[in-house]
């Protein structure tokens, strides 16, 4: 009765008292090692600070800085070696679709930029390559205005868009468009805990080894989002990812980590509305120069001015 509720309480009381003791000797075990780190690693322990300023985690910043010596003087060169160092990892898809043509898909959660992304790569796809070679396909059944959007992109381009239902449908769209040099399909954005991802994903799977699936991140994401998202459509076979919205993202960090961890070749990036200019073949140098310039901005110190990426292909 009352006195198992009342001990129920105290035990629950004593507990959480307990977790946070946990937590406040890990907090402070954690500071000693750092302590001891940066005495006994000078540089190592400035260049992970640094790299965590750009919104790596400390276990890769670490990772990276590892081949560095602990100590020395010429710590800016130090800080280029070790941006150098992170622009080595990032995976960068040499896959163009727009020369390789075929069936490319993209996936992601809602809001990312999914639909602009397909509208962009179409204009520069029809620019190249003229309009009677390409067709848009959408599986988003479950919104009408991501149908409408698509629509209007379509007409803009005069690009024929179709809407596949299920899994049988978009198979027979496929062959149907069988002639088209490059067939987009923009699949439903849905979060992604959602039921409906599994069905958009079995839709994919369904329509065989003919659909190159790129996943779209919102490059300003936090990581433990990004970490979800990558987890949630990596039951997808993917072939890298497309990062979107760096002109809103306020540190990109997140972003380079999860395609760093999980090896997602970056195919191309965006960075405005405007179709199709504001889409730019993936340089890891300029994703990195971009990060830096976002971490200086946020730390008050005066950017260097990161390069614009200048390409070839997607950028043509």
């Not at 992304?117 to 059944?141: M, Q």
């Not at 399909?185 to 992604?192: E, S």
Request: glycine fraction near 10%; charge should be neutral.
């Amino acid at each position: 009765g009352a006195a198992g509720g009342a001990g129920e309480t105290v035990l629950e009381e004593m507990r959480r008292e307990l977790r946070m003791l946990r937590g406040m000797v890990e907090g402070q075990l954690a500071e000693l090692a750092w302590r001891d780190y940066r005495h006994r690693a000078p540089l190592q322990a400035e260049l992970v600070r640094r790299l965590e300023g750009l919104g790596l985690s400390e276990a890769l910043a670490r990772e990276l800085v590892r081949p560095f010596p602990p100590a020395g003087d010429d710590h800016e060169r130090a800080w280029e070696e070790a941006l150098r160092a992170l622009a080595r990892r990032i995976p960068i898809s040499r896959d163009d679709p727009l020369a390789s043509g075929g069936v490319v898909a993209l996936v992601g959660p809602t809001g990312v930029g999914k639909t602009t992304t397909v509208a962009k790569l179409a204009a520069r796809f029809a620019l190249r390559r003229g309009v009677r070679r390409i067709a848009l396909v959408t599986t988003d059944n479950f919104r009408v205005a991501a149908h409408e959007q698509l629509r209007t992109y379509g007409r803009l381009l005069d690009v024929p868009v179709r809407v596949a239902a299920d899994a049988a449908e978009l198979a027979a769209l496929l062959d149907e468009l069988a002639d088209r040099e490059l067939v987009l399909v923009d699949t439903a954005g849905m979060g992604q805990r959602d039921l409906r991802l599994s069905e958009q994903l079995g839709l994919l799977h369904g329509a065989g080894a003919r659909v190159r699936s790129y996943l779209v991140l919102a490059a300003g994401s936090d990581p433990q989002a990004l970490e979800e998202v990558v987890r949630a459509f990596g039951r997808v076979p993917l072939e890298g990812c497309v990062l979107t919205k760096l002109d809103e993202a306020t540190a990109l960090g997140g972003a380079l980590e999860a395609v760093i961890r999980h090896r997602l070749p970056v195919l191309c990036v965006s960075d405005g509305q405007r179709v199709p200019e504001d889409l730019h073949p993936a340089e890891a140098e300029d994703l990195v120069a971009r990060a830096a310039v976002l971490a200086a901005g946020r730390a008050g110190r005066a950017p260097r001015e990161a390069r614009a990426g200048a390409g070839s292909g997607l950028h043509a």
